[in-house]
């Protein structure tokens, strides 16, 4: 058996844009896609918590260093800009690797730089 498990996350990412005109999917930093090993084209789930949509779409990577959260095409819709998200990779892992799993947690700060690389999420905890 295989488990959907989370396997890379950015944490409160403030979007940097939201153009309805370009092709979907999202921009990202490729500098903090490194961080959390996530790839350009894998599926994502986006999390606005300014509105509470939820999205899925794919990544294309951005200029490194630059800080881009970008939401294109159709998502421009349900994000705005300045609004705070979180990003969700998920991977399948087989069940005898699940115990020794630790996903990539990036907390952000407001300019969408790194502040912390966690490897859990402790239960309770407000980031």
Do not use: W
Not at 39 to 54: D, F, H, L, P, S
């Amino acid at each position: 058996m295989f488990r959907h498990m989370m396997n890379g996350k950015i944490h409160r990412a403030t979007v940097t844009e939201a153009n309805l005109n370009y092709v979907g999917s999202i921009t990202i930093d490729e500098d903090i896609l490194d961080a959390v090993g996530m790839v350009a084209n894998e599926k994502v789930q986006i999390v606005n918590n300014n509105n509470g949509a939820r999205l899925e779409t794919y990544i294309i990577p951005g200029e490194r260093g630059s800080g881009v959260i970008c939401l294109n095409g159709a998502a421009a819709r349900l994000v705005q800009k300045g609004d705070i998200v979180i990003i969700i990779s998920y991977a399948l892992i087989p069940e005898e690797k699940v115990p020794t799993h630790h996903p990539k947690v990036a907390i952000m700060d407001e300019y969408n730089r790194i502040k912390e690389l966690i490897h859990a999420e402790p239960a309770n905890t407000i980031m």
